[in-house]
């Protein structure tokens, strides 16, 4: 949170609180990515093949995604730190599950991989709708999206962390001891959870029937279509960027590793200063403008890198504009955030989780159409394309409308 020293008792408990949310998602995404890191020793010791070990990583996406909506649900009922600290241990459980496959009697097979990676995802659901609906409920709006963006750094925090430390660990000791740390990581969460004091409370029974009125409000799915347009892009650079240097762009594998790793790095600092930003904007501009200007801009600005990395014929310069495009596609993160909760209140819950499964739902598509496409018509012009989608997404910002009073204006 980027605004001023914190004065009032309110403000503090909120700070405290962000911050460990910031921490939960973290190690919630060093959980969920832990696998990746791990994955050779696994297909190593089973004998999987690259397309098995992908279904493996699918089931993580396919449960994740399937219950965003209902884990909104939950997270408007259930008092945040109770969510928050059975999903951590839910977390410690199922990555120690993972470690404990094939080990000592326990069933070594591609089945019972797919089952506890399905279930993870299920309970790795509910980690950003109740993060918004907290963020919704303790923050003040001036700087949720400071707040929003804090936790949403935690996807370039986890990125960076997981192959760092579990890298190391599973060199020197093997891939089940790098999972089980992992799964210590989620425990410790989880006994901070319960440390903490009661935040974030359910609604009440009376304001539970103004819930679909928010939802229903035309500038709510504006947002949402925006937010599953800005999915498909950026699960783009999420599977298919490493690669795309290697086979299209002739990288050595060296030198695409660390260009891979560039774009995450910068998000480290772009995904909590476009919050921040939003939050500058919405002072000077108002509510509307200040949280449509930042997205709006950025999506088309970084649909226009994508046409010219896609385009140009150099290498090198093709790598600063995918980079670039990146970087500002989620920098969003923050805005939309701030924007649903501004829009669904204490109901952020069931906002972040309807807006959530949209993104996933275009990160499920995006990996297996574009590379089809590129088969078809070529990188070049399958890019281009999935531009032209950058820059419908920052268009429908025009749609969504925000009142003075914080809630969203037009039809409901």
């Known amino acids: 949170m980027t605004d001023a020293v914190l004065q009032t008792p309110v403000e503090a408990h909120a700070k405290r609180a962000v911050a460990l949310l910031v921490v939960t998602a973290s190690i919630g995404y060093v959980c969920r990515t832990a696998l990746t890191v791990v994955a050779p020793g696994i297909m190593g010791d089973f004998h999987l093949s690259q397309a098995q070990m992908g279904t493996v990583f699918s089931a993580f996406l396919v449960g994740y995604t399937a219950f965003q909506m209902p884990s909104g649900w939950l997270a408007d009922r259930v008092n945040a730190r109770t969510l928050f600290a059975g999903v951590a241990a839910a977390w410690a459980v199922l ?3 993972t ?14 991989l797919l089952l506890v990676r399905a279930l993870f ?9 109740a993060s918004a609906r907290t963020v919704a409920v303790i923050v003040p709006e001036r700087l949720q999206g400071s707040a929003n963006g804090a936790v949403l750094s935690s996807i370039g925090i986890g990125s960076a962390l997981t192959p760092l430390m579990l890298g190391a660990i599973t060199v020197r000791w093997g891939w089940r001891t790098a999972l089980v740390a992992s799964a210590g990581m989620a425990a410790v969460v989880c006994f901070l959870w319960l440390a903490s004091p009661r935040i974030a409370a359910p609604y009440s029974q009376e304001a539970k029937t103004s819930r679909w009125r928010d939802l229903h409000n035309k500038s709510f799915w504006f947002l949402s279509a925006s937010y599953f347009l800005q999915g498909y892009v950026g ?6 960027f490493y690669l795309y240097l290697i086979q299209v762009r002739h990288f050595e594998v060296l030198q695409a590793s660390v260009l891979t790793a560039m774009p995450w790095l910068f998000t480290l600092v772009a995904i909590p200063a476009g919050g921040a930003l939003s939050d500058a904007m919405v002072k000077r501009w108002g509510a509307t403008w200040g949280r449509r200007a930042l997205p709006a801009i950025a999506l088309v600005g970084g649909a226009l890198f994508l046409v010219v ?5 150099s290498a090198t310069f093709a790598v ?6 990146t970087v500002l596609v989620l920098c969003t993160e923050g805005p939309f955030w701030a924007t649903m909760n501004q829009i669904c209140g204490r109901h952020s819950g069931a906002g972040g989780g309807v807006m959530n499964f949209g ?9 297996a159409l574009t590379p089809w496409l590129a088969g078809r018509i070529g990188w070049g012009a399958a890019l281009s394309l999935t531009a032209g989608l950058a820059a419908l997404a920052g268009l429908l910002w025009l749609g969504v409308t925000i009142n003075d009073s914080g809630h969203a204006g037009g039809d409901s």
Not at 320 to 325: G, H, N, R
Not at 359 to 367: D, E, K, T
């Open 95 to 97: 990555t120690f599950a």
């Open 99 to 112: 470690a404990a496959v094939g080990w000592h009697g326990f069933a070594a097979s591609l089945s019972a």
């Open 121 to 129: 995802g299920i309970a790795a659901a509910p980690t950003y709708p």
């Open 235 to 240: 699960y783009i650079f999420v599977f298919w």
């Open 309 to 313: 990395g896609a385009r140009t014929e």
């Open 320 to 325: 600063v504009c995918l980079t670039a495009c």
């Open 359 to 367: 993104s996933n739902l275009g990160g499920m598509i995006s990996p």
